[in-house]
């Protein structure tokens, strides 16, 4: 008969079994991200394929094709970036997991870039450079295709580095840059850029101005009340039919201005009637959500979560509706100097030209998003579900007052600047009360730097690192997209 294994050697095997689960579980764990670039790719060939069919085959369809895959690499970089600023704080509020946000936004996003996505777009970005220093086709199509790549290298750096920024801008910057690389300085609206770069301090500071007056306002009316439950129930519908007045006319501006014509009083008329409306269905909907709550801060927490959920898809919608161009609108304006042999101020953008961004911006954002969506929610300051409201009604406030004054601002930079509204307002008030309870000390003693320090309620790093991602956005594009141009041009394009 066999002896029996000894102990010893079954303990090895054990040993050896465990370290190649081990090399499996790293192996697995490293080829992770390579995941969303073998997708991303795919996605990339699908688009430039599906160009080459819409062209035809034709020989003068090459551009056309190559352009169709710098438009899905800008969708999928948009989607991996911008989406952040939509999710991000309901995420760190916690009134959506990551998953449910994502579902959300991937809906809502390619919901408001095929419905309002607009019809019509300028090929000339905001009249950055004047289109007849590029009446040539040839360079007209060799500008477009260089500031669509510019822009989404770009964009792909600064999510690599955590940093959301303007796509907007990115593509403001790739169109600068080409333009000065085919026709010299001189081809550039100065006054245009001016007041674009005038838009980097306006808008988060409009954004972080009104998120933190609307927390100190909760906090005075609702939080800091003897019987908070009450409160809520007579400012919590008020806040509901604010935030639905805002929303109501941010996405008549952003979206619906792409179907039909709205000015600025009709869509404050429309966001009247809707902010009544949701206010009267709001005041039942509390009362009932309030009772047997006991009256504490956790409370207010759940009465909040429902609005911030809704506002954070009807800004994706709208983000859908709007920044969408920026992804196909240089592919749409290349598409139609190829059919029409003739440059045009704006341009009809087709249907499956359409898809690509919808797609592209979905994809994007499932696979790339969770980075910046933790970031922006949780990680710049802490986020409940009340402070993350202020940042979602900021922003859409935000908008529409700077339609009014007329000027231009960014949406990303509106929506991180409430995020850092409420944080520094917080600072502030807990210093203000620290001050007031004589924490410190009666004889005065001061708190160590240190301490002071990680008293913090606003990273200071990421601050820094989005603050300086924002003021080399356009020049760095630029710089990108001159070298695409003559890259471009020596390939023959």
Not at 147 to 164: D, E
Not at 440 to 453: I, K, V, Y
Request: charged share 10%; proline share 4%; hydrophobic share 55%.
């Amino acid at each position: 008969m066999p002896q029996d294994t000894p102990p010893h050697q079954w303990k090895t095997l054990d040993q050896d079994l465990n370290r190649l689960s081990r090399l499996e579980a790293a192996t697995m764990y490293t080829s992770r991200p390579l995941v969303g670039v073998g997708v991303s790719l795919v996605f990339v060939t699908l688009a430039a394929v599906a160009a080459a069919i819409f062209t035809g085959g034709e020989p003068q369809g090459l551009a056309v094709v190559v352009a169709a895959a710098f438009g899905a690499y800008m969708a999928i970089n948009i989607g991996a970036n911008d989406v952040a600023n939509n999710m991000g704080p309901a995420v760190g509020a916690k009134a959506l997991s990551l998953l449910g946000a994502i579902a959300i936004a991937a809906v809502f996003e390619s919901a408001g870039a095929l419905l309002a996505g607009g019809d019509v777009v300028s090929t000339i970005s905001k009249g950055i450079i004047d289109p007849s220093s590029l009446s040539n086709t040839k360079v007209f199509v060799r500008a477009m295709m260089a500031a669509l790549l510019a822009a989404s290298i770009w964009v792909n750096i600064a999510t690599w580095v955590g940093a959301p920024v303007s796509t907007t801008h990115s593509v403001v910057g790739g169109v600068m840059g080409a333009g000065i690389a085919a026709a010299g300085l001189a081809t550039v609206s100065w006054s245009t850029m001016g007041a674009i770069a005038a838009s980097w301090v306006i808008s988060p500071l409009l954004g972080g101005i009104i998120a933190a007056a609307m927390l100190a306002f909760i906090k005075w009316r609702v939080i800091y009340v003897e019987d908070k439950i009450a409160a809520a129930r007579v400012w919590v519908p008020v806040l509901i039919g604010l935030m639905s007045a805002a929303f109501g006319t941010y996405l008549a501006l952003k979206g619906l201005q792409h179907v039909m014509q709205i000015d600025l009083q009709t869509a404050l008329l429309i966001g009247a009637v809707a902010g009544v409306i949701f206010w009267a269905l709001s005041v039942p909907f509390i009362r009932r959500q309030s009772e047997g709550l006991e009256n504490r801060n956790r409370s207010l927490k759940t009465m909040f979560r429902l609005p911030l959920v809704v506002s954070a898809a009807l800004l994706s919608f709208a983000h859908g509706a709007n920044d969408v161009a920026n992804a196909v609108g240089p592919l749409a304006a290349v598409a139609y100097v190829q059919q029409s042999a003739g440059v045009a101020d704006e341009v009809t953008i087709p249907l499956w030209v359409m898809l690509i961004g919808a797609l592209g911006i979905s994809f994007g954002l499932v696979l790339f998003g969770p980075k910046l969506i933790g970031m922006v929610g949780s990680q710049i300051t802490k986020l409940n579900p009340m402070r993350a409201y202020c940042v979602a009604l900021s922003a859409a406030v935000t908008v529409i007052a700077a339609s009014w004054l007329g000027l231009p601002v960014s949406s990303t930079h509106i929506a991180v600047g409430g995020v850092f509204g409420v944080g520094f307002f917080r600072e502030w008030y807990m210093e203000r009360r620290a001050r007031k309870a004589n924490v410190n000390g009666a004889s005065g003693t001061r708190l160590a730097r240190q301490e002071r320090a990680r008293r913090k309620l606003v990273r200071r790093s990421h601050f820094m690192t989005i603050v300086a991602a924002w003021v080399i956005t356009v020049p760095a594009a630029a710089l990108l997209s001159a070298a695409c141009f003559w890259m471009l041009s020596l390939l023959g394009f």
